[in-house]
């Protein structure tokens, strides 16, 4: 899986892997803290096995994606936004691992989103 890289409206670079050709339906993966997106290639591997598009991607400040000073867990929502824009997505799913899990549900307000994911992650207390 080649490392993919994406321009953000603001000039930032959003780097991502897929799985293979992207669907109108995929899955988005969202890395815990200090992951690299390269952790995701067994699951990637797994949703291509099963014809599921999925891409996985690495938020401002990790990997190749350029930091965006400032950022906060909305942010990266609107990342995934504009990405899912530009590749043609029309509906995906989250899943979030650890400290990914807050970034999937900011992502999973968009109305595009089928639903979110979260695995071992950060939950508000109640």
Do not use: C
Not at 31 to 37: F, K, L, P, R, V
């Amino acid at each position: 899986m080649n490392r993919k890289n994406f321009t953000l409206s603001d000039g930032r670079n959003l780097e991502y892997l897929s799985n293979g050709p992207i669907g109108k339906s995929t899955v988005i993966l969202h890395a815990g803290t200090t992951q690299d997106i390269t952790g995701w290639k067994t699951w990637l591997d797994y949703f291509a096995s099963n014809s599921v598009s999925a891409i996985a991607f690495g938020r401002s400040g990790y990997v190749g994606s350029t930091k965006k000073p400032g950022r906060i867990t909305i942010d990266i929502a609107r990342d995934v936004a504009e990405l899912t824009t530009a590749l043609g997505i029309s509906k995906f799913v989250n899943i979030g691992l650890s400290g990914g899990g807050q970034h999937a549900i900011a992502t999973g307000l968009d109305s595009r989103s089928a639903g979110v994911v979260t695995v071992g992650s950060l939950a508000p207390y109640v």
